[in-house]
């Protein structure tokens, strides 16, 4: 039975370009039908869109809320009435929830992240964890590790675009949360090495692994790696990086990013609706 659509159907939506490949709508639309909700999940490409007008636009139609997706996450910062502690913290917003006119800014990217390791069966407080990358989405995952109690993190990043953003999100996690976080360059092996020695977590959050350097891992020299390491990746194309697939063999538990991708959504879902998304159901169906 499908969704049928009514007078009294409520809008959801992802802004951002392109979003034609997107599985948010699927995902979304399947988990309204099982739990017979009257609201409808569409895409919206806004390459070319006055951004401002477009959520002028969506508040004016009382739609349920939104999501961003790039470029539009910081974008949207301007045109919105309040933020959350991480999405303020981060900087960036892929969750926008209506409150009664009233355009609240989420970042669900972090809560998506830690309870993927849950799902494996990670725990992430209490041990320390060295990130790779401190773009958009590494953002979001070492806000939320910090505010999850993650004692100390260790942000492994190039010298080069981003560097002055890696300490800048050091310098704001010390600032504003009990964690201990520190910037080291990804060229200087040993001291790499020390802290991947030191953690109980290794997140990669780049790109490197992914086409078109997929073969490629961010760690070229994986003796670092030692058993009590949980080896974690948030691409999932391909499934197993070579990243994941050295952590293996130096006998690490290891988990890539496809359940990032259902429990940011999970997370968007529940602040929209107040309800749990059946987590099972859409696993079986999407992302298996």
Not at 23 to 42: C, K, Q, T, W
Not at 84 to 110: C, F, P, Q
Not at 135 to 148: K, M, N, R
Request: glycine share 8%; with cysteine; net charge negative.
């Amino acid at each position: 039975m499908y969704n049928q659509i009514t007078g009294h159907t409520r809008l959801c939506c992802l802004l951002g370009s392109p979003v034609a490949h997107s599985i948010s709508p699927m995902m979304h639309n399947e988990a309204f039908r099982l739990l017979g909700l009257d609201y409808v999940y569409l895409c919206f490409d806004t390459g070319h869109a006055d951004l401002q007008t477009m959520i002028q636009t969506l508040r004016e139609m009382n739609v349920l809320g939104f999501n961003l997706t790039m470029p539009d996450k910081e974008r949207v910062l301007p045109y919105l009435d309040d933020l959350t502690s991480a999405a303020a913290m981060t900087g960036a917003v892929n969750t926008v929830k209506n409150e009664n006119g009233r355009l609240i800014g989420h970042n669900t990217d972090g809560i998506g992240y830690i309870q993927s390791l849950k799902d494996a069966g990670y725990d992430i407080t209490g041990g320390e964890m060295t990130l790779l990358g401190a773009g958009g989405a590494a953002s979001s995952i070492a806000v939320q590790a910090a505010l999850d109690q993650v004692p100390a993190l260790h942000i492994v990043n190039r010298r080069g675009r981003s560097w002055e953003n890696a300490n800048r999100l050091a310098a704001l996690i010390n600032r504003q949360t009990g964690c201990r976080a520190d910037v080291t360059d990804l060229a200087d092996t040993k001291a790499v090495q020390e802290v991947i020695q030191k953690s109980s977590l290794l997140t990669n959050a780049t790109s490197i692994g992914m086409a078109p350097h997929a073969g490629a891992s961010p760690i070229a020299d994986p003796s670092c790696f030692h058993k009590d390491l949980f080896v974690s990746d948030i691409i999932y194309n391909p499934r197993q990086t070579k990243l994941l697939a050295d952590a293996q063999q130096a006998g690490c538990r290891t988990a890539n990013g496809l359940y990032m991708l259902l429990y940011q959504g999970a997370a968007a879902f529940s602040i929209w609706t107040g309800q749990d998304m059946p987590i099972g159901d859409i696993r079986d169906r999407f992302f298996s």
